[in-house]
């Protein structure tokens, strides 16, 4: 089995910059792809970032430009590096692994409020 542990959520100032991390353990067989979704309260989950295992990158289009993912091989960690931050932002941030089967974590709060 594999766990996932989201930290780095809490309250920001619009325009402000925020850094979430997710760091996976247990029985790991080789990663595919790590990355993010979010969900706002009443709306569906959607689609933030993916990390695949060669390196590239995929956003969706309303944190392109704004939001970068990398990651961390060796401690099998996932980064999000969020900067320009917009109030529609709030939501609950996801981290999620896909190996032999895909994983979410238990997600963390982001806020962004005056």
């Known amino acids: 089995q594999v766990q996932l542990v989201e930290s780095g959520g809490g309250l920001v100032q619009p325009g402000g910059s925020l850094r979430l991390s997710c760091a996976a353990s247990g029985r790991i067989f080789s990663i595919s792809a790590m990355g993010w979704f979010r969900q706002a309260p009443g709306k569906e989950r959607e689609f933030v970032a993916t990390l695949f295992s060669a390196g590239s990158t995929h956003y969706a289009d309303s944190v392109k430009g704004r939001f970068t993912v990398s990651g961390d091989s060796v401690k099998n960690t996932v980064y999000l590096q969020m900067s320009s931050l917009k109030p529609e932002d709030t939501a609950v941030y996801y981290c999620?692994?896909?190996?032999?089967?895909?994983?979410w974590g238990q997600g963390t709060q982001v806020t962004v409020s005056s």
């Open positions: 999620y692994l896909r190996s032999r089967a895909t994983y």
